[in-house]
């Protein structure tokens, strides 16, 4: 027998994750990255479940944009998180774009950012977007394969008062393939 396949299927986080979600979530803050978005801020994890169930149907105020977010599992695992902005603001315009993903650390390095940006386009074709902004610090050279492996033309690079440097890519969405 081979190697197990490893493939990664996104779905919407449910009650029963929330162990998994929460150790991701503070492996994360270690690097300063938030891997569930707000959650800091939320009551409880259904609070929290339930704001983005709002989100996901455009229930939100201004700043706050429609946003689908998704855990990456491979089998049961959590291995990383995909939201994908329905519109963007005037933030997100500058920095951060129409998607965001992140690997655990232990799970890096084997594909599975390609994998959450594959599917974050087809999510995003779903909602109706035929372009994504994607954004990423120039020395995040993970993030700046990802993007350019999925087509990504660079626009350019500009500069965030705290976000610091940020290369700001377009990807065409084809037809549905
Ligand atoms: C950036 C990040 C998502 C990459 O995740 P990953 O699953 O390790 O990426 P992949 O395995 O899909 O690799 C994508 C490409 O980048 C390369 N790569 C990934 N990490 C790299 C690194 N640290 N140094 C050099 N190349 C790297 C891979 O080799 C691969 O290129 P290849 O296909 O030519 O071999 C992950 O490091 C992460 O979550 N970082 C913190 C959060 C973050 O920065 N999110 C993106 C915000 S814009």
């Not at 996104?10 to 803050?29: F, I, S």
Request: charged fraction near 25%; proline fraction near 5%; aromatic fraction near 6%.
């Amino acid at each position: 027998m081979g190697e197990p396949e490893r493939v990664l299927r996104v779905r919407a986080l449910t009650a029963a994750d929330e162990p998994q979600a929460r150790a991701a979530h503070e492996r994360l803050a270690v690097d300063g990255v938030d891997f569930c978005l707000g959650l800091d801020d939320a009551e409880s994890w259904a609070a929290w479940l339930d704001q983005g169930e709002r989100l996901r149907a455009g229930e939100c105020i201004p700043p706050w944009v429609p946003e689908t977010f998704v855990g990456g599992f491979v089998g049961s695992t959590l291995v990383g998180r995909l939201s994908v902005r329905h519109e963007l603001n005037e933030r997100l315009a500058l920095v951060g774009g129409h998607l965001g993903y992140a690997v655990l650390p232990e799970h890096r390095r084997r594909g599975y950012a390609g994998d959450l940006m594959r599917e974050g386009l087809r999510i995003a074709r779903d909602v109706g977007l035929d372009r994504v902004l994607a954004t990423c610090s120039p020395d995040n050279i993970g993030s700046v394969r990802t993007i350019e492996q999925a087509g990504g033309v660079l626009q350019d690079v500009v500069t965030h008062p705290t976000a610091g440097l940020k290369r700001r890519y377009w990807i065409a969405l084809g037809e549905a393939g």
